[in-house]
């Protein structure tokens, strides 16, 4: 096994290791929360990560998240829409209406 001759001296040392330097972590705001959040980790605030919740720490939130974005479809949206029928109808009855409240002013 090899052993050094001599020992290491305390400048060489610390020449040596002027180069271990610490590096400040690269941190990104939190799109759920806009708190201040570590890149590429889940945000220690409320436990969101990659456009969902990975964490368990706010399940009340992410339940809150979820039914305030319902998801559409198309059946939703026929449903929604009025019919051309019954925008007919609806004409029709309003036209009666007015012509009914004409008769009696006369």
């Known amino acids: 096994?090899?052993?050094?001759?001599?020992?290491?001296?305390?400048a060489k040392q610390a020449t040596r290791r002027a180069n271990w330097k610490g590096e400040v972590p690269a941190t990104t705001t939190c799109p759920n929360c806009?708190?201040?959040?570590?890149?590429?980790?889940?945000?220690?605030?409320?436990?969101?990560y990659k456009d969902?919740?990975?964490?368990?720490?706010?399940?009340?939130?992410?339940?809150?998240?979820?039914?305030?974005?319902?998801k559409k479809t198309r059946a939703k949206k026929a449903k929604a829409e009025?019919?051309?029928?019954?925008?007919?109808?609806a004409l029709a009855e309003e036209a009666k209406e007015e012509t009914a409240e004409e008769k009696t002013e006369e």
Do not use: L, Q, W
């Not at 009025?82 to 007919?88: D, I, Q, T």
């Open 52 to 70: 969902d919740f990975a964490s368990i720490k706010n399940k009340k939130a992410a339940e809150e998240v979820k039914e305030e974005k319902p």
């Open 34 to 48: 806009k708190e201040i959040a570590p890149a590429h980790t889940v945000c220690p605030n409320c436990g969101y």
């Open 1 to 10: 096994m090899a052993v050094p001759k001599k020992r290491t001296g305390k």
């Open 82 to 89: 009025p019919k051309a029928e019954e925008v007919k109808e």
